[in-house]
C-alpha cells in the first residue's frame, strides 16, 4: 500500500503476527484443519546466535529471530510488502513528509511485565545513533534529526528532508527495553549481559541459551495478539549442513533453512516432509572494473554478459533453485523494473558488438587485442567460496568462446573485499544481501567511487545520480516508479555489473510442523502461528507453557 501522505497509515484492522508468505513450492499437510496449542518444535541453524539486543546484532538469523519471535517492531511488512501496523497500532506523516509519528499498541508488556511506552522507542534510537554504540544499521537514521515524545504512547521522528518510503526503515529495527539496559555505558553495550539473557516483548519468551549447542523459547501467555500455538521452539546450532540434513530427515530436528540446493530432492520426495522456496534477499554478480582500459566501454560491458550463459549457471550449480538477474532491484521490490529482460545469452552477437569496440585476434593466437593489447585479465573471487569459485571457472570458459582470456584467482576473504573496495581488481564475483528498501547510492553514485566505498566497479553516469536523487526524495510510490524504471533502464545498458542471477532460499520442514509460512521477508515470519497436531507433539520431561488465566495442563 503507498503510504498516503496527511492521512494516517496503518489504521488498519489488528494484525496477527505472520500475515502470510506468498506462494510457496510446496504446502504442508493438514492446511485445513484447525490449528491446536502444545508442543515443541525445533529447529536448526549453522551458527550460534550473536546477541539478543538489536543495538550490537550483526547476524542475519539473530535479526530473524528478534523481529518474528522475541520482539515486536513497530511495525511490519506484509507479503505483498505493504506496511501493517504492528508494536505500533498506528503511523502516520504530515503533508511535508518531514516526520513520522508512531503510537505504542495499548497493553504491550515487556515479558518481566513492565509497560513497553514511547521512552523504550526512544531510547532505543538514541543509542542506535550513538557513536559508541557503532549499530550496523544507523544508515536507517540517515534523516532523522531527533525523535520527540509527543505522550507515554506517541513518538514523532523529525526528518532533515522529505524521503522515498520513510517508513521502511522502522520495519526491522526492534525496540530494546530502556529499563534493562539503560545503565549499560554504550561502549559496553556489545558485552552487556543482556545480550545473552534478554527480554523481549514478543509472542515466545528466551528461556535459555547453551552456547553453541541450543537455545530455547516458550511461548508468551500475555502476548498482546494472543498466545502463540507452540509451546516452545528449541533452536539447535548444527555447524554443519549435511548432518543438519540428516537430522531434519531422521526426524532430529522440524525445520531447516538453506537446504543445499543438490540436496533438495531428498525432502521433495520424502513422504515426512514438504519444501518452501521463496526469493532470497540476494543477488550475485560479476563486477567490471570501469577504470581499467578493457572495461570502460558499456558496449563491451554488454558483450561480456551477452557471451555468458547465465541460466547455465543457474541450472548447473544452483539446480534451478534462483533466477537469471536482471538488475540491482529485487523482483520483490516495489522499484524492480517489470518490463526489463535479461540479455540473452548469444555468443554470435557478443563477438559482434566485441568488434564494433576493434576487439579482434590480429595476430592468429586465439586471443582478441586492440592497439596491441590481448584481452586478457584476472577474474578474482574468494576463496573458500566452492559456489563462486565454479562460477569464475564457467566464465572462464564462456569468455574462451569470444577469445578473452580470464585467469582465475582466489583471494583471502578480507583482502578481497578491501581491494574490492580499493578498485584494486581488474574484474571479481561477489554478491550482495539486500534491504527492502532500494537505495543503490552506495554501490552505483558517482560520489561512492572513492577508495572504501562500495562502488565498486566506479561507475558513473550524471543521469543514473539524478535519477536517484530524485527518486528517493519523492514521497509517493506512483510518482517515483517511473524514475526508478528509467534508472534500471540505464544500468542495464551500461552493465557496470554482469547480473548473474536472484537466488532462491530453500527451507525442508517436517510434516508434523503446521502452518509455516515463508517468503522473502524471512524464515520465521508467522513463527507465532506454526502448530502440531496433538498426536504429535513432543513434549518428554517439558511441560506445557499456560495460557494466561488457566491452570497447566
Known amino acids: 500500500m503507498n503510504?498516503?501522505?496527511?492521512?494516517?497509515?496503518?489504521?488498519?484492522?489488528?494484525?496477527?503476527?505472520?500475515?502470510?508468505?506468498?506462494?510457496?513450492?510446496?504446502?504442508?499437510?493438514?492446511?485445513?484443519?484447525?490449528?491446536?496449542?502444545?508442543?515443541?518444535?525445533?529447529?536448526?541453524?549453522?551458527?550460534?546466535?550473536?546477541?539478543?539486543?538489536?543495538?550490537?546484532?550483526?547476524?542475519?538469523?539473530?535479526?530473524?529471530?528478534?523481529?518474528?519471535?522475541?520482539?515486536?517492531?513497530?511495525i511490519q511488512l506484509d507479503e505483498d510488502m505493504n506496511y501493517v501496523p504492528y508494536l505500533a497500532d498506528s503511523f502516520w506523516m504530515p503533508e511535508d513528509g518531514l516526520s513520522l509519528s508512531f503510537r505504542i499498541r495499548e497493553g504491550v508488556t515487556w515479558h518481566d511485565g513492565t509497560p513497553v511506552t514511547a521512552d523504550d522507542v526512544i531510547w532505543t534510537y538514541e543509542m542506535s545513533v550513538n557513536p559508541d554504540i557503532a549499530y550496523a544499521n544507523s544508515a536507517y537514521f540517515q534523516y532523522v534529526t531527533r525523535a520527540v515524545k509527543a505522550d507515554d504512547r506517541t513518538v514523532?521522528?523529525?526528518?532533515?528532508?522529505?524521503?522515498?518510503?520513510?517508513?521502511?526503515?522502522?520495519?526491522?529495527?526492534?525496540?530494546?527495553?530502556?529499563?534493562?539496559?539503560?545503565?549499560?555505558?554504550?561502549?559496553?553495550?556489545?558485552?552487556?549481559?543482556?545480550?545473552?539473557?534478554?527480554?523481549?516483548?514478543?509472542?515466545?519468551?528466551?528461556?535459555?541459551?547453551?552456547?553453541?549447542?541450543?537455545?530455547?523459547?516458550?511461548?508468551?501467555?500475555?502476548?498482546?495478539?494472543?498466545?502463540?500455538?507452540?509451546?516452545r521452539i528449541v533452536v539447535r546450532i548444527i555447524p554443519e549442513q549435511t548432518t543438519v540434513l540428516t537430522e531434519l530427515l531422521t526426524g532430529g530436528v522440524d525445520?531447516?533453512?538453506?537446504?543445499?540446493?543438490?540436496?533438495m530432492h531428498r525432502v521433495e520426495e520424502s513422504d515426512d516432509h514438504y519444501a518452501i522456496t521463496y526469493p532470497a534477499r540476494s543477488y550475485t554478480f560479476l563486477v567490471w572494473n570501469t577504470r581499467n582500459p578493457l572495461f570502460e566501454s558499456a558496449t563491451v560491458r554488454r558483450a561480456l554478459t551477452m557471451a555468458i550463459n547465465r541460466q547455465e549457471i543457474v541450472e548447473a550449480l544452483l539446480y534451478g533453485y534462483g533466477t537469471v538477474a536482471v538488475?540491482?532491484?529485487?523482483?520483490?521490490?516495489?522499484?524492480?523494473?517489470?518490463?526489463?529482460?535479461?540479455?540473452?545469452y548469444d555468443v554470435e552477437q557478443a563477438r559482434r558488438l566485441l568488434?564494433?569496440?576493434?576487439?579482434?585476434?590480429?595476430?592468429?593466437?586465439?586471443?582478441?587485442?586492440?592497439?596491441?593489447?590481448?584481452?586478457?585479465?584476472?577474474?578474482?573471487?574468494?576463496?573458500?567460496?566452492?559456489?563462486?569459485?565454479?562460477?569464475?571457472?564457467i566464465v572462464q570458459n564462456a569468455l574462451q568462446?569470444?577469445?578473452?582470456?580470464?585467469?582465475?584467482?582466489?583471494?583471502?576473504?578480507?583482502?578481497?573485499?578491501?581491494?574490492?573496495?580499493?578498485?584494486?581488481f581488474e574484474?571479481?564475483?561477489?554478491?550482495?544481501?539486500?534491504?527492502?528498501?532500494?537505495?543503490?547510492?552506495?554501490?552505483?553514485?558517482?560520489?561512492?567511487?572513492?577508495?572504501g566505498q562500495y562502488n565498486y566497479p566506479?561507475?558513473?553516469?550524471?543521469?543514473?545520480?539524478?535519477?536517484?536523487?530524485?527518486?528517493?526524495?519523492?514521497?509517493?510510490?506512483?510518482?517515483?516508479?517511473?524514475?526508478?524504471?528509467q534508472y534500471s533502464e540505464i544500468i542495464h545498458q551500461d552493465q557496470p555489473y554482469t547480473f548473474l542471477y536472484y537466488l532462491n532460499e530453500r527451507v525442508g520442514v517436517n510434516n508434523r510442523l503446521r502452518g509455516v509460512e515463508a517468503d522473502a521477508r524471512g524464515h520465521l515470519i508467522n513463527a507465532a502461528e506454526w502448530w502440531i497436531p496433538e498426536d504429535m507433539q513432543r513434549r518428554g520431561a517439558e511441560q506445557p507453557v499456560a495460557v494466561a488465566g488457566e491452570a497447566p495442563r
Open 156 to 231: 514523532r521522528f523529525d526528518f532533515s528532508a522529505a524521503h522515498s518510503d520513510a517508513p521502511m526503515d522502522f520495519t526491522e529495527w526492534s525496540i530494546m527495553p530502556k529499563h534493562l539496559l539503560e545503565g549499560i555505558p554504550a561502549a559496553e553495550m556489545r558485552n552487556a549481559p543482556y545480550n545473552r539473557n534478554p527480554v523481549g516483548n514478543g509472542p515466545f519468551r528466551f528461556v535459555s541459551w547453551q552456547s553453541n549447542q541450543q537455545v530455547v523459547f516458550e511461548a508468551n501467555p500475555d502476548f498482546v495478539f494472543g498466545r502463540p500455538h507452540l509451546d
Open 458 to 485: 566506479s561507475y558513473s553516469n550524471p543521469t543514473a545520480d539524478s535519477l536517484m536523487d530524485l527518486a528517493l526524495s519523492t514521497l509517493d510510490r506512483e510518482a517515483a516508479k517511473p524514475l526508478w524504471n
Open 3 to 74: 503510504a498516503r501522505i496527511g492521512i494516517p497509515i496503518g489504521l488498519f484492522s489488528l494484525l496477527m503476527i505472520g500475515c502470510g508468505g506468498g506462494e510457496p513450492a510446496g504446502e504442508g499437510p493438514g492446511t485445513a484443519e484447525a490449528p491446536v496449542d502444545g508442543g515443541t518444535a525445533v529447529i536448526s541453524t549453522v551458527s550460534d546466535f550473536d546477541a539478543f539486543n538489536e543495538l550490537v546484532s550483526t547476524d542475519y538469523d539473530t535479526n530473524q529471530t528478534m523481529s518474528y519471535i522475541l520482539y515486536m517492531n513497530l
Open 401 to 424: 568462446q569470444v577469445g578473452i582470456d580470464a585467469q582465475p584467482q582466489m583471494v583471502e576473504w578480507n583482502t578481497f573485499i578491501t581491494d574490492l573496495k580499493d578498485k584494486k
Open 327 to 344: 538488475s540491482d532491484a529485487m523482483p520483490f521490490q516495489w522499484e524492480f523494473n517489470e518490463e526489463l529482460e535479461p540479455w540473452p
Open 255 to 263: 525445520f531447516m533453512r538453506a537446504v543445499p540446493p543438490a540436496e
Open 355 to 393: 568488434a564494433e569496440e576493434g576487439w579482434t585476434d590480429h595476430d592468429g593466437d586465439g586471443i582478441i587485442d586492440k592497439d596491441g593489447r590481448p584481452f586478457r585479465f584476472t577474474l578474482r573471487t574468494n576463496q573458500g567460496n566452492d559456489l563462486r569459485e565454479d562460477i569464475v571457472v
Open 427 to 451: 574484474a571479481a564475483v561477489s554478491g550482495w544481501s539486500v534491504d527492502f528498501k532500494f537505495n543503490p547510492t552506495d554501490t552505483f553514485s558517482t560520489e561512492a567511487i572513492e577508495a
